[in-house]
């Protein structure tokens, strides 16, 4: 069993900036962080495998968004920049502990998921 707990959403104006972590309880392959907007299904955002070496960010976030991790402190970040209102939702981070990278990912690829953290951006 793995927990997954996010942090670091908020308020923020548009154009600003958030970073999101997500600290896991164990050892984990494939993350991702996932969000989903008031009436909308839940979508992919960024994914990473174990290493850190491959990552993908969906097209809407390109350039504005980026996914990294420090398995040394078996922690997931989302640093997200010149922040949208339409980037505003509940963010989930989710983990799988089988190995094998899957962009975007297939229902049930992941295994665990985080409790979700609210990130408002005003306009």
């Known amino acids: 069993q793995v927990q997954l707990v996010e942090s670091g959403g908020g308020l923020v104006q548009a154009g600003g900036s958030l970073r999101l972590s997500c600290a896991a309880s164990?050892?984990?392959?494939?993350m991702g962080w996932f969000r989903q907007a008031s009436g909308e299904e839940r979508e992919i955002v960024a994914a990473?495998?174990?290493?850190?070496?491959?990552?993908n960010v969906e097209d809407s976030v390109k350039g504005r968004f980026a996914i990294s991790r420090d398995n040394a402190k078996n922690t997931m970040y989302l640093q997200m920049n010149s922040l949208k209102p339409e980037d505003t939702a509940v963010y989930y981070c989710?983990?799988?502990?089988?190995?094998?990278?899957?962009?975007?990912?297939?229902?049930?690829?992941?295994?665990?998921w985080g409790q979700g953290t609210q990130v408002t951006v005003s306009s």
């Open positions: 990473i495998n174990w290493s850190g070496s491959i990552t």
């Open positions: 989710a983990a799988r502990i089988a190995a094998g990278y899957m962009f975007p990912p297939y229902k049930g690829y992941y295994n665990y």
């Open positions: 164990g050892r984990t392959y494939t």
